[in-house]
Nanobody, 128 residues
Framework: YMQSVETGGGSVHAGGSLKLSCVIS????????LGWFRQTPEMERELGAI????????TYADSVKGRFTISKDNSRNTLFLQMNDLTPADSGVYYC?????????????????????WGKGTLVIISS
């Protein structure tokens, strides 16, 4: 089963940047579709992923497109999310997730989407 360690969360002012990392073990990292999901402070998980990556393909939710970049390093079993131009609406707990197969761009369409394996989350707080 998947184990993960998510780091990079923290508190920054609006307009700032953060880079999240998720080191994944317990599954063949390079063979899996990976995504980042977000849960707001009101404890509502956004229905779909905010970003996804499968091999060299990426997809983004409209709310983060142009500001966030998802990437991965297969040699380090690590998934990244570079977040720029952050706003208070980006605050929440960010989870990395993995699945053997995924549907891109459906996973970031805004419709409900889930994946098989989930990390424990890292907290991001953006102050105005």
């Amino acid at each position: 089963y998947m184990q993960s360690v998510e780091t990079g969360g923290g508190s920054v002012h609006a307009g700032g940047s953060l880079k999240l990392s998720c080191v994944i073990s317990g599954l063949p990292f390079a063979d899996y579709c990976l995504g980042w999901f977000r849960q707001t402070p009101e404890m509502e998980r956004e229905l779909g992923a905010i970003a996804g990556i499968d091999d060299d393909s990426t997809t983004y939710a409209d709310s983060v497109k142009g500001r966030f970049t998802i990437s991965k390093d297969n040699s380090r079993n690590t998934l990244f999310l570079q977040m720029n131009d952050l706003t208070p609406a980006d605050s929440g707990v960010y989870y990395c997730a993995a699945d053997r197969r995924c549907s891109m761009p459906h996973m970031t369409s805004g419709d409900y989407y889930t994946m098989d394996y989930w990390g424990k989350g890292t907290l991001v707080i953006i102050s105005s």
